[in-house]
């Protein structure tokens, strides 16, 4: 389940977010294109450390950066010198593209990934006083396209540089799973590469189920509006009017339905230790109440945007509550079943499924890559953790285009940005990113944790539809994604 908030970890912890900038399995090639232009720090004393802490990451160097460390930090990163290492040879390091925010004690900037066109956004806290130590550390993948110009090409040219470049990862290791692109439904160009099973050497195929991460909250906001369009809901109503016995009475009371669906709610995430402990009873979306439901908001509803993956697990329960069906049979019947999404499900984790990729992952302890079971829930939520092919999820955005699962009004209130998503351009609607980049809009959903990365961009303007799936970790298929997505014609 992707996490899109903008995370800031205490120095001690210098890690990455589920959703962030762990490469898949396999070694980096070094293709570095020209050399990135030159962006003046500040000399803050933020700024200092931010230069010192580029300098060593992008040295390779074990003693530079040791030494770094050892001197920056006002407490010890809990990531060693031989993890740090690893990530500079899968990243290539990194360029500074743009400074974002500067003061004497904080600055934030842009990086892109020397190896890939992944984004990244970089804080840093220091110490008021000498020797102005790091007190807080944040990298966090940015998501959406490059804000670098977009190198458009005619479709031809495009569908090949995105059929060299998926070639390319592939043989790097650093894409495992299925690329598709069509346009207004019709299939451009696909690929599959890499293994569904590594131990039984079976490999994936352009069928391939994958798990969609954060991107089964496209069928949950859809199925929300479904209600709303049908007259059974309200988006200005709170949780309790729905949900009449939800513990907490803050959130009954003040929480509404716009509120969850645009990750301004304050209803937190799932994912810590009463996950890990819970991991294996929370099979449908009143097990997530259950466990959940008695916190508070973390702030004022409707103060601010903070990514809530329990927000939508508290939309799937109120969607089995009206419509009378649990969540999982109202999704395969006004959902996957009109739009002839006959792949996509949230199986059991448990289950045999046929043609199912299984996910790897470096994140997990015990280094290396290994199967991501033990990361994920039993099944699938509304939250996100389903399965689905890339054909089936070009299925999906053509029926909604062509407004087989809502009608044009609430398909444009679906889709259209409601609230601001961390970057400018870049807003969050109902379960869907709106993003205006460069005069060229991309509707859709990204999803990511432990052996899983998916995406799906829609430009509505030009027909395009590109569905990336990879059983690898974050950003493998969004690297791709965001390739093929820059160099696409735009009209």
Same mark, same amino acid.
């Given at each position: 389940?992707?996490q899109?908030?903008?995370?800031?970890?205490?120095?001690?912890?210098?890690?990455?977010?589920?959703?962030?900038?762990?490469?898949?399995?396999?070694?980096?090639?070094?293709?570095?294109?020209?050399?990135?232009?030159?962006?003046?720090i500040?000399?803050?004393?933020?700024?200092?450390?931010?230069?010192?802490?580029?300098?060593?990451?992008?040295?390779g160097?074990?003693?530079?950066?040791?030494?770094?460390?050892?001197?920056?930090f006002?407490?010890?990163?809990?990531?060693?010198?031989?993890?740090?290492?690893?990530?500079?040879?899968?990243?290539?390091?990194?360029?500074?593209?743009?400074?974002?925010?500067?003061?004497?004690?904080?600055?934030?900037?842009?990086?892109k990934e020397?190896?890939?066109?992944?984004?990244?956004?970089?804080?840093?806290?220091?110490?008021?006083e000498?020797?102005?130590?790091?007190?807080a550390?944040?990298?966090?993948?940015?998501?959406?396209?490059?804000?670098?110009?977009?190198?458009?090409?005619?479709?031809?040219?495009?569908?090949?540089?995105?059929?060299k470049?998926?070639?390319?990862?592939?043989?790097?290791?650093?894409?495992?799973?299925?690329?598709?692109?069509?346009?207004?439904?019709k299939?451009?160009?696909?690929?599959?590469c890499?293994?569904?099973?590594?131990?039984k050497?079976?490999?994936?195929?352009v069928?391939?189920?994958?798990?969609?991460?954060?991107?089964?909250?496209?069928?949950?906001a859809?199925?929300?509006?479904q209600?709303?369009?049908?007259?059974?809901?309200?988006?200005?109503?709170?949780?309790?009017? *729905?949900?009449?016995?939800?513990?907490n009475?803050?959130?009954?009371?003040?929480?509404?339905i716009?509120q969850?669906?645009?990750?301004?709610?304050?209803?937190?995430?799932?994912?810590?230790?009463?996950?890990r402990?819970?991991?294996?009873?929370?099979?449908?979306?009143?097990?997530?109440?259950?466990?959940?439901?008695t916190?508070?908001?973390?702030?004022?509803?409707?103060?601010?945007?903070?990514?809530?993956?329990?927000?939508f697990?508290?939309?799937g329960?109120?969607?089995?509550?009206?419509?009378?069906?649990? *969540?999982y049979? *109202?999704?395969?019947?006004?959902?996957?079943?009109?739009a002839?999404?006959?792949?996509?499900?949230?199986?059991?984790?448990?289950?045999?499924?046929?043609?199912?990729?299984?996910g790897?992952?470096r994140?997990?302890?015990?280094?290396?890559?290994?199967?991501?079971?033990?990361a994920?829930?039993?099944?699938g939520?509304p939250a996100?953790?389903?399965?689905?092919?890339?054909?089936?999820?070009?299925r999906?955005a053509?029926?909604?285009l062509?407004?087989?699962?809502?009608?044009?009004r609430?398909?444009?209130?679906?889709?259209?940005?409601?609230?601001?998503?961390?970057?400018?351009?870049?807003?969050?609607?109902?379960?869907?990113?709106?993003?205006q980049?460069?005069g060229?809009?991309?509707?859709?959903?990204n999803?990511?944790?432990?052996?899983?990365?998916?995406?799906?961009?829609?430009?509505p303007?030009?027909?395009?539809?590109?569905?990336?799936?990879?059983?690898?970790?974050p950003?493998?298929?969004?690297?791709?994604?965001?390739?093929?997505?820059a160099?696409?014609?735009?009209?």
């Amino acid at each position: 389940m992707n996490q899109r908030r903008r995370l800031v970890y205490p120095a001690g912890v210098l890690v990455l977010a589920a959703a962030a900038l762990t490469a898949g399995a396999g070694e980096r090639q070094q293709n570095q294109a020209a050399s990135a232009p030159q962006i003046a720090i500040p000399a803050t004393p933020a700024g200092k450390r931010l230069a010192g802490w580029l300098e060593a990451f992008n040295s390779g160097d074990r003693e530079a950066l040791r030494k770094f460390r050892e001197e920056g930090f006002a407490n010890p990163p809990r990531r060693t010198v031989d993890e740090e290492l690893e990530f500079r040879k899968r990243t290539g390091g990194f360029d500074l593209r743009g400074i974002l925010v500067a003061t004497a004690t904080h600055i934030a900037g842009q990086l892109k990934e020397k190896n890939s066109e992944q984004r990244a956004e970089i804080q840093i806290d220091v110490e008021a006083e000498e020797p102005h130590r790091i007190t807080a550390f944040g990298l966090q993948a940015m998501q959406g396209p490059p804000t670098e110009p977009a190198k458009r090409m005619p479709e031809a040219e495009a569908l090949a540089a995105a059929d060299k470049r998926a070639q390319e990862l592939c043989a790097a290791g650093e894409f495992s799973g299925v690329m598709l692109v069509a346009r207004e439904g019709k299939i451009l160009l696909s690929r599959a590469c890499g293994d569904a099973d590594r131990e039984k050497k079976i490999p994936n195929r352009v069928d391939t189920k994958i798990n969609l991460g954060s991107m089964n909250k496209m069928f949950t906001a859809t199925a929300v509006l479904q209600l709303v369009e049908r007259g059974k809901v309200r988006v200005e109503d709170p949780v309790g009017k *729905y949900l009449t016995d939800y513990p907490n009475r803050e959130v009954a009371e003040k929480v509404t339905i716009h509120q969850l669906l645009t990750h301004t709610g304050g209803t937190g995430d799932v994912f810590g230790p009463e996950f890990r402990e819970s991991r294996e009873k929370l099979k449908n979306p009143g097990d997530y109440v259950a466990l959940y439901g008695t916190r508070a908001p973390e702030f004022e509803p409707g103060s601010r945007y903070e990514y809530s993956n329990y927000g939508f697990e508290v939309l799937g329960a109120i969607i089995e509550k009206v419509s009378g069906q649990s *969540y999982y049979d *109202y999704v395969r019947e006004h959902i996957f079943a009109p739009a002839g999404m006959k792949d996509t499900d949230s199986y059991f984790e448990a289950d045999a499924v046929a043609n199912r990729a299984i996910g790897y992952t470096r994140m997990l302890p015990g280094g290396g890559a290994q199967p991501n079971s033990a990361a994920l829930p039993p099944r699938g939520s509304p939250a996100g953790g389903g399965y689905s092919t890339a054909e089936d999820l070009v299925r999906f955005a053509q029926a909604l285009l062509d407004h087989k699962l809502l009608n044009a009004r609430y398909t444009d209130l679906l889709t259209t940005g409601k609230i601001g998503a961390g970057r400018p351009g870049h807003m969050y609607a109902y379960g869907f990113h709106d993003i205006q980049e460069a005069g060229v809009r991309e509707i859709g959903h990204n999803g990511g944790g432990p052996g899983i990365n998916a995406s799906l961009a829609i430009y509505p303007e030009s027909g395009y539809e590109v569905a990336v799936l990879a059983n690898l970790d974050p950003p493998a298929a969004e690297n791709l994604a965001n390739f093929i997505g820059a160099r696409l014609p735009a009209k």
